[in-house]
């Protein structure tokens, strides 16, 4: 749980989407949630492949929605 932070880096690899570039657009086509592939905050992009980046600075509201979309993913 992050402590002080609007973001939190995730491992998407478990859902079989490809890299965090194909997963993120999974995301936003199919699920309706944005996500950041974070390769370009390593040195060596390939370093973020499996790790997705979300920012939660929104109302509780749109935070529920994406989180019951999310929860789509698992089914």
């Known amino acids: 749980r992050p402590?002080?932070?609007y973001f939190v880096m995730c491992?998407?690899?478990g859902f079989g989407l490809g890299d965090a570039?194909?997963?993120c657009r999974h995301l936003?086509?199919?699920v309706g949630v944005a996500a950041i592939p974070p390769g370009s905050f390593y040195?060596?992009?390939a370093s973020g492949r499996g790790?997705?980046?979300f920012a939660f600075c929104k109302t509780m509201p749109v935070?529920?929605?994406a989180v019951d979309r999310l929860q789509?993913?698992?089914?």
Do not use: N, Q
């Not at 789509?72 to 089914?75: E, I």
């Open 21 to 23: 570039e194909s997963f």
């Open 3 to 5: 402590a002080g932070t």
């Open 28 to 30: 936003v086509e199919h």
């Open 11 to 13: 491992d998407h690899t």
């Open 43 to 45: 040195s060596d992009p």
């Open 72 to 75: 789509r993913l698992a089914t």
């Open 51 to 53: 790790l997705v980046r």
């Open 63 to 65: 935070l529920e929605e």
